[in-house]
């Protein structure tokens, strides 16, 4: 799929430039109290909007920083330029760039590149997941007692931290551990790698989500939101898990 090799094309390109910039004096602005961006977000985004527009002049693109641009072509890409912020302006080295490409609201091709460890993560609806070229599948764990999980806070956690905490508490005694790192894209290609075996967050852009959730589903995992429907990434909550172990999370949701 051309879009698929575009939206690849723009994040090795942004991989780059967040590079560059790692570990250097940042301009960082404030969009909330805790939500940072970066001049790297800024730059990252201006040259995967560049590219995309360039390849495909009539795709509407929702990115994160610059909001949505509608096309005639019934087509949209879902950018996130730097999921990861956090970490990024802290030198972190957990962050990436995330690509997404739908046509008539269905999410077709998902790409999430990690430029600290070079991992590019792709998947096309119905041809599976891959990392490098490598296919993915989910981990095989059947009990959350076993499992690894991820999960992340939304940045207005102060306003109701108590409930992000019990459900972080729920699953801390129900699993063998829960990590937090900071970025939804990397936990849901983590997920699809078999690495995690469950995530869920609350108050997710629909750039976080878009290209991870179908790489998950195209590694044979289940995504959902809180409620149990299929997700959609403007649902904004999501439950990710290998299959197996998501009826367990969403009893522990409830």
């Not at 570990?23 to 977000?41: F, I, M, Q």
Request: glycine share 10%.
């Amino acid at each position: 799929m051309k879009a698929a090799a575009v939206a690849v094309e723009a994040a090795l390109a942004a991989g780059e430039i967040l590079e560059r910039f790692l570990g250097g004096a940042l301009r960082v602005e404030y969009k909330g109290e805790v939500n940072l961006v970066t001049e790297a977000d800024l730059t990252s985004e201006e040259r995967i909007l560049s590219i995309l527009r360039r390849r495909f002049p009539d795709a509407s693109i929702l990115s994160e920083e610059t909001g949505e641009s509608e096309g005639p072509g019934g087509c949209r890409f879902v950018v996130d330029p730097l999921d990861g912020t956090t970490n990024f302006a802290h030198g972190y080295p957990v962050f990436a760039v995330s690509i997404a490409y739908e046509e008539n609201d269905l999410t077709l091709a998902g790409v999430v590149y990690d430029p600290m460890r070079r991992e590019l993560f792709t998947a096309e609806r119905g041809q599976g997941s891959f990392r490098n070229g490598h296919k993915l599948t989910v981990s095989g764990t059947d009990q959350l007692s076993k499992a690894l999980l991820a999960t992340g806070f939304p940045y207005d956690r102060k306003d109701d931290i108590d409930a992000n905490l019990r459900l972080f508490s729920r699953f801390m005694k129900a699993s063998r551990a829960v990590r937090r790192d900071g970025s939804a894209a990397l936990d849901l290609c983590y997920l699809a790698a078999g690495r995690f075996d469950g995530f869920w967050e609350e108050k997710l852009g629909p750039w976080d989500t878009a290209a991870g959730a179908l790489i998950v589903e195209e590694a044979g995992g289940r995504v959902t939101d809180f409620g149990g429907r299929d997700f959609h990434y403007s649902m904004g909550n999501i439950v990710a898990s290998n299959h197996r172990l998501h009826e367990p999370m969403m009893r522990l949701l409830s």
